[in-house]
């Protein structure tokens, strides 16, 4: 039996460098899923959602039969709208997301498959590396570039909330946690687990099982560092809030919002 997973992808066509604009960080995002270990009855769709009135990029990687492009129906400029477009078009069993300069390890589906046999949303940490740079530190984050589940929780929990612009995977997930899903968070396999060594020494994951205790899992695979690679993006959201202090406001106004709907800052 073939198993069907869709990889959503919101992307603005940026290229990895100025000088070289045919070089684009979403080449290497699809590369990255082109070259996962999988078996011969996995068959991966690649969806890439884009800007309203973006023009699909005709180059031989954009073109092969596995690769889809659609353009957000409104919102200009916001990745949960390019996401929202990408997702309604999604066939897949299986639906994960990648953000066009992430990329993900090898093995990153072979492991996701399997700890969804154990619950219903599956997350990664991951290494991240500054442009430029083969070095880096691990981010015990969420990163949305990590997620994996059936397409039928994307459904259940529903759509990238527009309004949001720099922290809408924080809402998506705390409606996810609302609904009491469980949730495992794949890790390096030299990560600490007891949950003593986890308070000293990852503190994020400690806090991720004890904001919900039964339902949240850290789960070690067998790899030696983390399953997604993030870019350091000098022109991603995060570096942009560091920069501007009107990005910086619009952050600590979605952050307000969140713990107002919550009751805490989701993740």
């Known amino acids: ?9 919101a992307s603005r066509l940026d290229p990895i460098r100025i000088e070289e604009p045919q070089r684009l960080w979403l080449d290497r995002a699809v590369e990255s899923i082109r070259s996962q270990t999988i078996a011969a009855d996995l068959h991966i769709e690649i969806i890439v959602g884009l800007d309203q009135g973006t023009a699909t990029p005709t180059t031989p990687l954009f073109t092969a039969e596995d690769i889809n492009f659609v353009n957000a129906a409104g919102a200009e400029g916001r990745q949960a709208a390019a996401l929202n477009a990408a997702a309604a078009k999604a066939q897949g069993e299986y639906l994960a997301l990648l953000e ?7 093995r990153f589906l072979e492991h996701a498959l399997e700890a969804i046999k154990k619950c219903e949303f599956v997350s990664s940490n991951q290494l991240e590396i500054p442009p430029d740079s083969d070095t880096g530190h691990i981010n015990d984050f969420p990163t949305p570039s990590g ?7 994307w459904d259940e929990v529903g759509e990238m909330d527009t309004s949001y ?12 946690s609302n609904q009491g899903n469980r949730r495992v968070h794949l890790v390096e396999r030299t990560a600490a687990t007891d949950i003593n060594e986890l308070k000293e020494k990852r503190p994020f994951l400690n806090s991720f099982v004890d904001a919900k205790p039964g339902f949240n899992y850290v789960v070690r695979h067998s790899g030696d560092s983390p399953l997604v690679l993030r870019t350091a993006n000098p022109l991603g959201g995060m570096s942009m809030i560091a920069a501007s202090p009107e990005a910086k406001a619009r952050s600590e106004s979605e952050q307000a919002r969140l713990i107002a709907l919550f009751g805490r800052f989701p993740y």
Request: aromatic share 14%; no cysteine; charged share 30%.
């Open 100 to 106: 066009d300069d992430d990329a993900w390890q090898p």
């Open 1 to 9: 039996m073939t198993i069907d997973v869709s990889v959503i992808i």
């Open 147 to 153: 997620w994996f589940m059936r397409r039928s929780l």
């Open 165 to 176: 612009r720099y922290h809408l995977d924080n809402e998506w997930l705390g409606r996810l």
